[in-house]
């Protein structure tokens, strides 16, 4: 079942004055199933951000479609649109995005909050999540009080605890030191593995061969694309490590 289907997706940006034109991305087009993890790379100002933007309802395409469980994006009407993400999409950021005057739980809460749950299913929620991220004793502390992992931690509790379709990080390990990344990466494998569909964007060669599948953007297009398959983190990161280095030499497109 399609989860997310991306359409000859298209995006230019016109220049303030309007004298020039920047593509971004060129034709792009892919679908994720329910229950996958995807992960997307690629060179700065291949068009990474621009489409993970896209995939957020943050930013439109110029042409082509997105559809999240057979739903356009597009479609949705601006004055529902922050609604539609906070029910149908859980964010994970590299610098985590946690504001410091709430407490780690009212951190988590705060979809909820906005989206007029009651306190007691907030409670009934929080608790299994806590408890399956390793938060539980700091919930009552605040975000400096505690570390990147743990930070990032709550943010990946804050985007499961909507209990969304989909799951969206943006460079997850970016602000992390080794020991907290393999943390991180076990985690998102050990969700995915209780079904919760991921897609990542991210620069690290090592967090990629986690994913069951990595698309790889140059100039605006699908690349290329390698399946994980029965591949161990290590085979399939030496995958990654060949095809990056394939792009960067200029290797011909594979489809």
Known sequence: ????????????????????????????????????YV?????????????????????????????????????????????FRRDNLGFVFQDFNLLD????????????VLARKSYEEMEIRIRPIARKLGIEPILAKYPYEVSGGEKQRTAIARALITEPQLILADEPTGALDS?????????????????QTILMVTHSTKAASFAKRVLFIKDGEIFHQLYKGVSSEEEMYQKIADTLTMIATGGARRD
């Not at 068009?47 to 057979?70: H, R, Y």
């Not at 009407?77 to 922050?82: D, F, L, T, V």
């Not at 005057?101 to 909820?112: C, E, K, R, V």
């Open 1 to 36: 079942m399609k989860m997310l289907d991306v359409k000859n997706v298209k995006k230019v940006y016109t220049t303030r004055f309007g004298g020039n034109h920047v593509q971004a991305l060129s034709d792009v087009s892919f679908s994720v199933e329910k229950g996958e």
């Open 39 to 83: 992960a997307i790379m690629g060179e700065s100002g291949s068009g990474k951000t621009t489409l993970l933007n896209i995939l957020a309802a943050l930013d439109k395409p110029t042409s082509g479609e997105v559809l999240l469980s057979g739903r356009s994006i597009g479609s949705i009407p601006q004055k529902e649109i922050a609604a």
């Open 101 to 112: 005057t709430f407490s780690i739980q009212d951190n988590i809460f705060l979809p909820l």
């Open 179 to 195: 020991r907290s990344t393999d943390s991180l990466l076990r985690l998102f494998r050990d969700i995915n593995e209780e079904g």
